[in-house]
Nanobody
Framework: QVQLVESGGGLVQAGGSLRLSCAAS????????MGWVRQAPGKVREFVTG????????YYADSVKGRFTISRDNAKNTVCLQMNSLKPEDTAVYYC?????????????????WGQGTQVTVSS
């Protein structure tokens, strides 16, 4: 089993930045694809970004391309999401997710392990 714990959420003004972190425990996630998924009130969970097990491949939803950056440190069993130029529509609960796969899922439902989520609120 893999346990994921997110941190770093909060309230920020539009145009600001936040950095989310995800700490994994239970098993090393060096062989897992990792991702971030978000869910806004009244909406389904949507894929935000994913990264391959070695960090060589990254994928982003069109809505965040050029603003968000995902990274991972397998030695520390962590994944981070740097979010810049935040917009009110980025407001959501952000979940760290993992799947033991060489392929990075670009669909939220294809991840097997989830954190408890961290709230990100962007004010206008």
């Amino acid at each position: 089993q893999v346990q994921l714990v997110e941190s770093g959420g909060g309230l920020v003004q539009a145009g600001g930045s936040l950095r989310l972190s995800c700490a994994a425990s239970g098993r090393t996630v060096s062989s897992y694809a990792m991702g971030w998924v978000r869910q806004a009130p009244g909406k389904v969970r949507e894929f935000v970004t994913g990264i391959s097990w070695a960090g060589g491949s990254t994928y982003y939803a069109d809505s965040v391309k050029g603003r968000f950056t995902i990274s991972r440190d397998n030695a520390k069993n962590t994944v981070c999401l740097q979010m810049n130029s935040l917009k009110p529509e980025d407001t959501a609960v952000y979940y760290c997710a993992a799947r033991r796969s060489t392929i990075v899922p670009a669909i939220a439902a294809r991840y097997d392990y989830w954190g408890q989520g961290t709230q990100v609120t962007v004010s206008s």
